[in-house]
């Protein structure tokens, strides 16, 4: 995005139409209300040409966001009064002065506001960005709300009748729709013009007055409804013989008594569409090509674009029926996904399938339908980049390649895509500000380097392969949090968060990722609840944890607007604790602290919504309360941190048995083995703990190992085990060096002769995981690790007890006082798991996370 200084001048303004010449005057958005700022949307071929812009009865803000074919001015509205705004403007360009004009709508704020985004062709629902995907459907509706809800889809539209005798259904398909999130496009089309294949159908006056009562009447009952996201007004008005004037009058019927949603026409016609623009919000177009050229929807597209870019919301209709009429085949799963994305690539914000009569009427294949409700979890994840405003089309090296691209600050969205029915390869010349980018080929978990600008890759048949492109991964930040996902920014199957399970057997609410709301990053976690008695639990990836340590959890929380009360319980399953939150409607922070207890070295955390209504979560936070951070070095030596989540609480420590109670202010160092014991104060309330930070002369120090560990569990490598750091009793912390049915022998080299009189190991005991205890420990040592003499060595008398089975085990050799360099530690293993103990007959495990020196 470019900005141009805005300059001032003073020039007689002319009463004009809206456009003049080559350019187009709106606003950004249909209408507003909440917002204090708006934008005026300036379109046209040649920009480039405008040399100033003067401004009557109003001034704009200080600079114009310049897009590649559209300019952004923006305004103050702070003080427009709810009502309509003439907006003039008068541009001086090379070849003279002309005037334009536009009407800036202010409504009073209202829930379930539907709002066009003009730039990116796009809706806003309550502010949040909304990308319809659904489908046309009969009337009754029975059960394919409900279905297609679990299936992604946001988007209705009902074939009906809007007689009185048949309202209580359509309340009822409403109702349900507002619960499982769905949104309606409403269909009025039946009060429009002649029914559909009968052009010279003569209505009566009498016809006409009854369905323009009708109309008004449906659209005072449903235009409060939660579920509702535009009416849908005609279908096909060209092909029908439907007169613009025709739809501009019920258009303003429409708008008279709802001036909150918009208002859809679907044309078979686009390029024949431009004199029913006044009659229109949403401009939709229905290629049904197969069994012929996928090329038709961008074709369609394409003609939809050049009349109503920048002014109307687009949506495309892909076709999901055939066998008859006109179509002697209906689209298979690789066309559904080709037709959608090719709509996607030229310009569609919205998609709604013709037409899905469940369970297997249309489309009659299972696999074509699970194709778009494969895209329809896809596209949820895209918003980000699809609401922008900043799209480009990229050529490609293969002419048949059709390429969309939508930038942000930090990345980039790009769609690739082939209509035709053979796969290949593809190179894609990059822009040169994507340079020293990587891309993430999304919903593939993979990742493709970009060597000089340039994007390689395959494509299947139909193929249609989305990137998210980057700049090339950095050193990863520091992150002391435990939970599996912080903020659900990685995901590996489309619109669903990983490493939960979900129950109970009979949940029923919905749960999905959503990228149009987050606290951080792009995602956040949505549940929908349809009623009160609605349930899901997700169980999360158990985090590793200390025993005795402190820990605090943190969650975010939102709540929907128009939700009922709502409410999300964290539970940390194995301390049967558990909290309740209540969910507001800006993202709110709840924590609470816990301790981890002496027995419990893995944890699983599990939320749990309830209530009615939508509510997000994001952020979720598991982190030490004290966190003691400790850098490690030779010496030894280890500089202590002690960081508390309240910066209120006093923070106060002694060392090992000392009665000398200190005061922290900031972090000291130790030389020595120590076990730090942490007092935090706050309004008399007092929290405890301690942590050992295991130093010897073995810290820091070159390991040689004669038995090799399994690359299994190598932890982070040959210094983990001279790290001046323990690990948890949860062997998959990445803290542990395993050996498996081996016995063990390493040496440490101390760089230089010490005098030692005890070498120890710190060892897991997990036999429910198949590790055993060491059955004994020998240490010799060495001057020149040549010439090894004995220094000492002990016998496990607890080799195989089912006592306890998570504990640490430590084997402590003591000897004379002596001096050496090297010292060896050789390690009985049991080896093959004896009878009476889980896997009993295979191999037993060895666990190794520090060995200590003295």
Known sequence: MKTVLIIFSLIFFLNTFVIAGDYNLVTRFSYYTRENSADLLLSGDDLDKIKDISYKKFFPGKNIQKHKDCWLIPIDIQNFKTGKHTLEIAIRTTDGVQSLQTELIKLAPKFNEVKVDRLNGGLLVDDLPFFPFGFYTGSPVNDVIREEAYNAMNLVGVYQNNEDSTL????????????????????????????????????????????????????????????????????????????????????????????????????????????FTGALDIAMTDPYPIPGDVNHVSLLMDQLQQNFQY?????????????????????????????????????????????????????????????????????????????????????????????????????????????????????????????????????????????????????????VNIYIIKQADTEPAVSHNLFINQ?????????????????????????????????????????????DSSKISLNFYKMQVQNDQL????????????????????????????????????????????????????????????????????DIEVTADPLIDVTIKKGP????????????????????????????????????????????????????????????????????????????????????????????????????????????????????SLEISKAKIHSLVSINDGIHAAQALDVLVSDDGKNFNEFGSIDNPDKFIHENPNRYLELQVTGSKQKARFVKFKITSPRIIPEGFLFSGTKAWIFIDEILVD
């Not at 409403?186 to 559909?196: E, K, T």
């Not at 080709?338 to 709509?343: A, D, E, H, Q, S």
């Not at 490609?396 to 690739?416: F, G, H, M, P, Y």
Request: charged share 25%; glycine share 6%; with cysteine.
């Open 168 to 275: 209580a259904e359509r309340v009822k398909y409403m109702d349900e729709c507002a619960a499982y999130g769905i949104k309606v496009n409403y269909h009025l089309n039946g009060l429009v013009g002649s029914s559909h294949n009968n052009p010279g159908q003569i209505i009566s006056n009498d016809e006409i007055e009854h369905r323009e009562a009708l109309l008004k009447k449906e659209v005072e009952t449903f235009r409060d409804h939660p579920a509702l996201l535009s009416w849908y007004m005609n279908d096909e008005p060209i092909g029908q013989g439907r007169k613009p004037e025709l739809l501009q009058r019920a258009y303003d019927i429409i708008k008279e008594n709802d001036p909150y949603h918009p208002v859809s026409v679907v044309f078979v016609i686009p390029d024949r569409a431009a004199p």
């Open 311 to 463: 002014k109307k919301a687009l949506w495309l209709v892909p076709q999901a029926f055939g066998g008859g009429e006109f179509w002697s085949r209906e689209p298979n799963a690789a066309e559904i996904r080709i037709m959608t994305y090719l709509g996607i690539i030229d310009g569609a914000m919205g998609i709604k399938y013709f037409i899905r009569r469940r369970p297997h009427l249309f489309p009659k294949s299972r696999l074509a339908w699970n194709e778009a409700t494969s895209i329809a979890h896809e596209l949820s994840m895209l918003l980000p980049w699809l609401f922008s405003g900043e799209k480009s089309f990229i050529k490609s090296e293969n002419e048949n390649i059709k390429t969309a691209v939508w930038k942000r600050q930090n990345d980039a969205l790009l769609i690739v895509a082939t209509p035709e029915n053979t796969p290949g390869e593809f190179s894609i010349n990059l822009p040169e500000d994507l340079s020293g980018y990587s891309a993430d080929v999304l919903f593939e978990n993979r990742t493709i380097h970009i060597n000089n600008n340039q994007l390689s890759d395959y494509l299947s048949a139909y193929g």
């Open 487 to 531: 903020g659900f920014e990685k995901f590996y199957s489309a619109g669903l968060p990983f490493g939960c399970y979900a129950g109970p057997k009979d949940a029923d609410a919905l749960y999905f990722l959503d990228s149009r709301t987050a606290h951080s990053g792009n995602n956040s976690l949505r549940f929908t609840l349809p009623d």
């Open 551 to 618: 820990y605090q959890c943190s969650i975010w929380l939102k709540a929907a607007p128009g939700t009922e009360k709502t409410n999300l319980q964290v539970t940390l399953n194995e301390l049967k604790a558990a909290q309740t939150f209540e969910a507001t409607q800006d993202w709110t922070k709840h924590t609470f602290s816990f301790n981890s207890g002496s027995k419990i070295n893995a944890l699983g955390l599990s939320i749990a919504p309830s209530g009615k209504g939508t509510i997000y979560v994001d």
């Open 637 to 752: 030596a280890a500089k202590i941190a002690i960081i508390t989540a309240d910066t209120h609480e006093k923070i106060y420590y002694t060392f090992n048995n000392d009665t000398d109670i200190n005061n922290y202010s900031k972090p000291f160092e130790i030389q020595e083995y120590t076990t730090l014991h942490v007092l935090l104060k706050k309004d008399e309330q007092e929290r405890k703990m301690q942590y050992t930070i295991p130093l010897s002369k073995a810290t820091q120090k070159k390991c040689t190992f004669q038995t090799l560990y399994s690359p299994k569990y190598s932890a982070s490598g040959e210094m983990s085990i001279t790290d001046g750091q323990y690990g948890t009793l949860a062997f998959r912390d990445n803290k542990w060096l395993g050996w498996e049915g081996t016995d063990v022998e390493f040496t440490v080299d101390l760089e230089k």
